[in-house]
Nanobody, 126 residues
Framework: VQLHAFGGGLVQSGRSLRLSCVVS?????????IGWFRQAPGKEREGISC????????FYADSVKGRFTISRDNAKVTVYLQMNRLKPEDTAVYYC???????????????????WGQGTLVTVSS
């Protein structure tokens, strides 16, 4: 299983970006949970969104709720993170991760995920 995250960049505050996570080794389906995390310099890795196993409503951290949207395209084995109304505090390296046994209550815990993609840097200027 491999995950490849891309789509980061430099953007002004208030603008949008869409991150992509391409999954190989299995089809993005209801069997695997896919999460998005971010880590700012000097801070711990933070879970920001998750598509849990077996459908159900996605999870969002309070810090991004209403601004970020997670979705997937099974045909293209890709999970997206649409980020709107970006703020300088959203600046971080963003990672996607997957797990086949994730329980919903652990969605924001990085240790609960088995597979990680490399990070993609998002920088939001004020």
């Amino acid at each position: 299983v491999q995950l490849h995250a891309f789509g980061g960049g430099l953007v002004q505050s208030g603008r949008s970006l869409r991150l992509s996570c391409v999954v190989s080794g299995y089809t993005v389906s209801n069997y695997y949970a896919i999460g998005w995390f971010r880590q700012a310099p000097g801070k711990e890795r933070e879970g920001i969104s998750c598509l849990s196993r077996f459908a159900g409503s996605p999870f969002y951290a309070d810090s991004v709720k209403g601004r970020f949207t997670i979705s997937r395209d099974n045909a293209k084995v890709t999970v997206y993170l649409q980020m709107n109304r970006l703020k300088p505090e959203d600046t971080a390296v963003y990672y996607c991760a997957s797990d086949s046994t994730l329980i919903r209550s652990s969605w924001s815990n990085p240790s609960a995920y088995d597979h990680w993609g490399q990070g993609t840097l998002v920088t939001v200027s004020s």
